[in-house]
């Protein structure tokens, strides 16, 4: 752990202690995530903090192991490459991105969804839009994970990997690209409850955020990556 870069060593800090304090204060009847967690911009708990603090909240174990796995495992290596300021920015602009790019694909559905409602007259309501609105939470780092998935890929195309369950090494580049793929399509035909274009956000917001860096015009011949 003290090896680790600083920034990506209080990203898994901050996120295991969000986690525990969640488990915590769940005994006590508090539910962090209504305040935390990133709700629907048209709900009552909405609040353009949860921009913010969505990323750092997590599910459960599994979702928690997944997400610093990755962080620990490629965010280190941009972190080095990039150095601490320059690598914050980028992870939480991802994460921002992805929870804009939430909210979007949200009010889509919603607009779907209360465009159907008013087409058909079911009788009765089943739950009142305000307690529905508040429903539409979304918690997890996924979507800066992805980002640091798309820069260690820009950044390292041809670096080989063993992905499970593969028995065979695969370049970076198609790893990043396999999942951007994947996404597109759990997000257009499943329905897990997995903000699958959150992911895609992310990726979109770092692809252009890495496009920008790259047409910078360097100072004294080097980019300065601190």
Not at 172 to 181: N, Q
């Amino acid at each position: 752990m003290n090896n680790l870069p600083t920034v990506t060593k209080n990203i898994l800090i901050i996120n295991v202690l969000a986690f525990l304090g969640t488990m915590v204060a769940t005994r006590y009847g508090i539910d962090l995530t209504d305040y935390l967690g990133l709700h629907f911009f048209k709900a009552s708990q909405f609040n353009l903090v949860q921009l913010i603090t969505y990323m750092f909240m997590h599910a459960n174990f599994t979702h928690l192991f997944f997400n610093m796995f990755a962080v620990w495992m490629f965010g280190r290596i941009l972190e080095q490459v990039w150095g601490p300021k320059r690598f914050l920015f980028y992870y939480l602009a991802c994460g921002i991105g992805a929870g804009i790019i939430q909210e979007v694909v949200q009010y889509v559905q919603w607009v779907t969804d209360l465009s159907a409602y008013q087409n058909v007259n079911l009788g009765f309501t089943v739950i009142p839009m305000a307690d529905y609105l508040n429903m539409l939470t979304t918690v997890g780092a996924s979507g800066a994970v992805y980002g640091i998935l798309l820069g260690f890929g820009m950044y390292f195309p041809n670096q080989e990997m063993f992905v499970f369950p593969l028995p065979f090494p695969i370049k970076a580049k198609y790893f990043v690209a396999f999942y951007a793929i994947i996404e597109i399509l759990l997000g257009a035909y499943s329905n897990d409850n997995i903000a699958h274009y959150a992911h895609l956000g992310g990726m979109i917001f770092g692809f252009f955020i890495i496009l920008y860096w790259r047409h910078q015009r360097p100072k004294n011949g080097f980019y300065n990556y601190r």
